[in-house]
């Protein structure tokens, strides 16, 4: 149940706070006095888009807050299907900065507007006259009916299967597009496959070629290069090295006489053992080198066929054709295997069917077990609240398509009188009918869902008289096993409140705040009598609020 409110700087109120108790609370208050301000500002902790221009103050944050008691409800799995800590006693709260961003809290924890909406769904409701609307909808009709045929999980389950069911269709159509397309084209990508397949790529492998391309191309360079080099290091002349054995010979002389010496002659020794390393290799070398015309005719088709291919896979590198490659390999293996793939759907799909199949029928026999003890139970609410005649039929029908609710089609029709026809509950039923009617179903509903806090507002409107009484009387029982608040303007149902709170607008310096107050027993009766007399309280209004109170 709803225990505290706290609404700061929004619309016409500057800070706003009230304790709420059990039983039936009912609110009452002049016609703009700031009644729609509250429920709004509670829709804003159930999930509501915020709006910045409900800022009573631009340029201070508004603040909603509600705390709720929740231990006699079995409501944890709603928090840890939301990934929110359980608290028995919760707070949800709504911050609009002047910025515009808005943000919501669960027991303090920064949570988003959906899983806000999720939580507040199953804490509290609020009927508004608009909402009676939603009675004439199928899908309200069908929430009507399963809530009585405690059908939850059963749906639940069936919905589940539902969206598996859709998507493996849905990946069986796009894998049969696949295969249609693939198989006009698999032709091509083989045969460009097994030409890079022929090709025996490997990394590296082009820069390898390219390098010994260049090697043949300059190979008469290369070998008069080394030739020249051969000369000046072992001429007997004028070589390099027999000027450094010349300098050894020099030097070895005088290396005994000084460390320095035997250093230098070292560092001599050191670059003809180098050098004539160097003579050895440049030798080897040279006689290494062929001249193979085939061997550079064989290079440079092998460079053109790289060249060949990177141009037709507009690419440049080997790499990149490897990438293509293995793309190819992948896609020519999907084709291949797609018709495997399809089969096993196909498999999966029957699987899904026969299953969503079995809980549409359970839902389909939950549904008729139900309909008529359903009927019944609002013809009987709906006889006290003075539509004495009142009959329902709620006409099932099984199909052969799977929609959200299951394979049934429903048409709830309705006769308000003895002797008139059946006729869909849209088109027959008048306004103040629709009211009752929906009272009636919020009263079943609220037992099978376990609601703690129901908020009606006006929902007595085209009502009057003993019709007025019986809906405050309803609205008393279904108070023993939950929370009710009612917005009201009937003296009638405002006297049947266990606890009565008044909105009323005030002007101070010039400014109109909206304010809301617990109003004692002398208080009652005088807005009791002004509802029944207006301003003007007349001795037979305040008996007569008496009376009703008592």
């Not at 703009?32 to 509250?38: D, E, F, H, L, Q």
């Not at 609009?96 to 804490?123: H, Q, W, Y």
Request: hydrophobic share 40%; aromatic share 6%; net charge negative.
């Amino acid at each position: 149940m709803l225990t505290s409110l706290s609404i700061k700087n929004y619309a016409l109120i500057d800070d706003l706070f009230v304790d709420f108790s059990e039983g039936l609370t009912v609110v009452t208050g002049e016609t703009g006095a700031g009644k729609s301000i509250i429920l709004d500002a509670i829709s804003l902790i159930l999930g509501k888009r915020a709006d910045l221009s409900s800022l009573k103050s631009s340029d201070q944050k508004c603040t909603i807050e509600a705390i709720f008691k929740l231990s006699s409800y079995a409501l944890t799995n709603v928090f840890k299907e939301n990934q929110i800590d359980y608290d028995p006693e919760t707070i949800l709260r709504r911050e609009i900065l002047p910025s515009g961003k808005s943000r919501a809290f669960v027991n303090d924890t920064p949570t988003t507007l959906d899983v806000m909406k999720k939580i507040g769904e199953c804490v509290i409701d609020i009927h508004t006259q608009q909402q009676t609307q939603q009675l004439t909808s199928t899908q309200y009709h069908f929430l009507l009916l399963d809530s009585f045929a405690d059908n939850t999980s059963v749906l639940k389950a069936y919905q589940s299967c539902l969206t598996e069911y859709k998507s493996l269709i849905s990946e069986k159509d796009q894998l049969i597009a696949f295969q249609s397309q693939a198989q006009k084209e698999q032709s091509y990508h083989l045969f460009l496959l097994e030409e890079l397949q022929a090709a025996k790529l490997s990394v590296g492998q082009q820069e390898e070629y390219e390098q010994r391309f260049e090697s043949l191309q300059h190979e008469e360079d290369i070998k008069s290069g080394f030739a020249k080099g051969f000369q000046a290091l072992e001429d007997e002349q004028a070589g390099i090295l027999s000027q450094i054995r010349t300098l050894k010979q020099a030097l070895q002389g005088i290396s005994k006489f000084s460390k320095a010496y035997q250093t230098l002659y070292d560092r001599v020794e050191s670059a003809w053992i180098e050098l004539e390393d160097i003579s050895q290799e440049i030798q080897g070398l040279s006689v290494s080198i062929e001249d193979d015309p085939k061997q550079l005719e064989n290079l440079q088709s092998k460079l053109q066929a790289i060249y060949s291919l990177q141009k037709k896979h507009h690419v440049a590198s080997i790499n990149e054709l490897l990438k293509v490659q293995n793309d190819l390999e992948k896609r020519c293996s999907k084709t291949a295997n797609a018709e495997a793939e399809i089969n096993a759907l196909t498999d999966k799909i029957s699987i899904a069917y026969e299953k969503l199949k079995a809980l549409a029928e359970t839902l389909h026999q939950n549904r008729k077990k139900v309909a008529l003890a359903l009927s019944k139970e609002l013809e009987a609410i709906l006889s006290h609240l003075g539509i004495k005649s009142a009959a329902f039929e709620f006409k099932i029908s099984q199909t052969d398509t799977f929609y959200t609710h299951g394979s049934d089609q429903l048409d709830v029709l309705f006769s308000a009188n003895k002797g008139v026809a059946f006729g869909p509950l849209k088109k027959v039923a008048s306004g103040g009918e629709l009211s009752r009617i929906m009272l009636a179903v919020k009263s079943i509903i609220s037992k099978h869902t376990q609601l703690p806090t129901l908020i009606f507002d006006e929902i007595d409107t085209g009502v009057s008289g003993e019709i007025s009484n019986a809906i405050a009387n309803l609205m008393v029982e279904m108070s023993r096993e939950r929370q009710i608040f009612a917005i009201t303007h009937l003296p009638q149902i405002a006297a049947k409140g266990h606890h009565h709170f008044k909105v009323y607008k005030e002007e101070i310096e010039g400014k109109t705040s909206s304010h809301l107050k617990e109003m004692s027993s002398d208080e009652r009766i005088i807005e009791i009598a002004q509802m029944l007399s207006g301003e003007s309280v007349s001795e037979s209004a305040r008996l007569h609020a008496k009376q009703l109170l008592n």
